[in-house]
C-alpha cells in the first residue's frame, strides 16, 4: 500500500507531571477546532472510498504507533509512546479509517472517553507477551471500553499484538483470560494476533473490521 498516509498530532506534555483540568479542556478545544477544520475546510468532490472514524487504544507498549506507522507505510525506527493522541487517515482498497489514537500512560487513559465521541469502531491493542499485571489492566480497560455508553454498539477489532515474541499467549489464551465469549456476547467483534513481522495478517484485520463497519452502516441506512 503506497497511498500517502495523511496525520495530525497533538503532543500532550499538558498530561505529564502536574496538570489541571483547565489543561486537558484546552486539549479537547484544539481536537474540536481539528474537527471543525476538518468539515468546514476540506470540502470538495465526494471521496471514491467512504471514511470512518476509528479511536484506537490500548496500554503503553502495546504496540499502536508501530502498527498504525507501517499500515501507513511510515518509518517505525523511533517510535515513541504516544503523550496525548495522534489522527492518521489509513487507505485501504475500499475505505479509508481515520485512527485516533490515544496515549496510553496511566495519566492518559482516565481522560480517554472524552475523545470517543463520534467514534464508529474501536481498535483496542493488547500485548501479549506482557507480564500478569499489565495484562490484568490491559483486560479491565478492554472491560469498560466494551461497556462504555458510547461504544458498546460499535465494532470492536481487538489484537492481541507481539505475536513474534517468545513469551505471547495465543489467541486462545487471551480469548479464555479476557473472558470475551460472555462478556461481548451480541456485540459485534474481531479477535486476531498481530504483530509488525506480519503486516498482511494486520491489513486482513483491518479489512475484517472494515466489512463490519459497512454492515453496521447498512444496519443504520435501513432503520
Same mark, same amino acid.
Request: glycine residues 6%; proline residues 5%; hydrophobic residues 35%.
Given at each position: 500500500?503506497?497511498?500517502?498516509?495523511?496525520?495530525?498530532?497533538?503532543?500532550?506534555?499538558?498530561?505529564?507531571?502536574?496538570?489541571? +483540568?483547565?489543561? $486537558?479542556?484546552?486539549?479537547?478545544?484544539?481536537?474540536?477546532?481539528?474537527?471543525? +477544520?476538518?468539515? !468546514?475546510?476540506?470540502?470538495?468532490?465526494?471521496?471514491?472510498?467512504?471514511?470512518?472514524?476509528? /479511536?484506537? =487504544?490500548?496500554? #503503553?507498549?502495546?504496540?499502536? *504507533?508501530?502498527?498504525?506507522?507501517?499500515?501507513?507505510?511510515?518509518?517505525?525506527?523511533?517510535?515513541?509512546?504516544? #503523550?496525548?493522541?495522534? =489522527?492518521?487517515? /489509513?487507505?485501504?482498497?475500499?475505505? =479509508?479509517? $481515520?485512527?485516533?489514537?490515544?496515549?496510553?500512560?496511566?495519566?492518559?487513559?482516565?481522560?480517554?472517553?472524552?475523545?470517543?465521541?463520534? @467514534? %464508529?469502531?474501536?481498535?483496542?491493542?493488547?500485548?501479549?507477551?506482557?507480564? &500478569?499485571?499489565?495484562?490484568?489492566?490491559?483486560? #479491565?480497560? !478492554?472491560?469498560?471500553?466494551?461497556?462504555?455508553?458510547?461504544?458498546? *454498539?460499535?465494532? +470492536?477489532?481487538? !489484537?492481541? $499484538?507481539? %505475536?513474534?515474541?517468545?513469551?505471547?499467549? *495465543?489467541?486462545? &489464551?487471551?480469548?479464555?483470560?479476557?473472558?470475551?465469549?460472555?462478556?461481548?456476547?451480541?456485540?459485534?467483534?474481531?479477535?486476531?494476533?498481530?504483530? /509488525?513481522?506480519?503486516?498482511?495478517?494486520?491489513?486482513?484485520?483491518? @479489512? %475484517?473490521?472494515?466489512?463490519?463497519? &459497512?454492515?453496521?452502516?447498512?444496519? #443504520?441506512?435501513?432503520?
Amino acid at each position: 500500500m503506497h497511498s500517502i498516509c495523511s496525520s495530525f498530532f497533538l503532543d500532550s506534555r499538558l498530561y505529564s507531571g502536574h496538570h489541571h +483540568f483547565e489543561d $486537558n479542556d484546552k486539549l479537547l478545544r484544539h481536537y474540536m477546532d481539528y474537527l471543525c +477544520f476538518r468539515t !468546514l475546510c476540506c470540502k470538495g468532490p465526494p471521496p471514491p472510498r467512504p471514511e470512518y472514524d476509528v /479511536v484506537c =487504544i490500548g496500554l #503503553t507498549g502495546s504496540g499502536k *504507533t508501530s502498527l498504525l506507522s507501517r499500515l501507513c507505510s511510515e518509518a517505525t525506527d523511533n517510535i515513541v509512546p504516544t #503523550t496525548g493522541f495522534s =489522527i492518521k487517515a /489509513v487507505p485501504f482498497p475500499n475505505a =479509508i479509517l $481515520n485512527v485516533k489514537e490515544l496515549g496510553g500512560a496511566d495519566s492518559i487513559k482516565k481522560y480517554w472517553s472524552r475523545y470517543y465521541q463520534g @467514534s %464508529q469502531g474501536v481498535v483496542f491493542v493488547l500485548d501479549s507477551a506482557s507480564s &500478569e499485571e499489565d495484562l490484568e489492566v490491559a483486560r #479491565t480497560e !478492554l472491560h469498560s471500553a466494551l461497556q462504555h455508553p458510547q461504544l458498546c *454498539t460499535l465494532p +470492536f477489532l481487538i !489484537l492481541a $499484538n507481539h %505475536q513474534d515474541k517468545p513469551a505471547a499467549r *495465543t489467541v486462545q &489464551e487471551i480469548k479464555k483470560y479476557f473472558e470475551l465469549e460472555p462478556l461481548a456476547r451480541g456485540k459485534s467483534w474481531i479477535l486476531e494476533g498481530s504483530s /509488525v513481522d506480519n503486516m498482511e495478517a494486520v491489513k486482513e484485520s483491518f @479489512s %475484517q473490521l472494515i466489512h463490519l463497519l &459497512e454492515e453496521k452502516d447498512q444496519e #443504520t441506512g435501513r432503520i
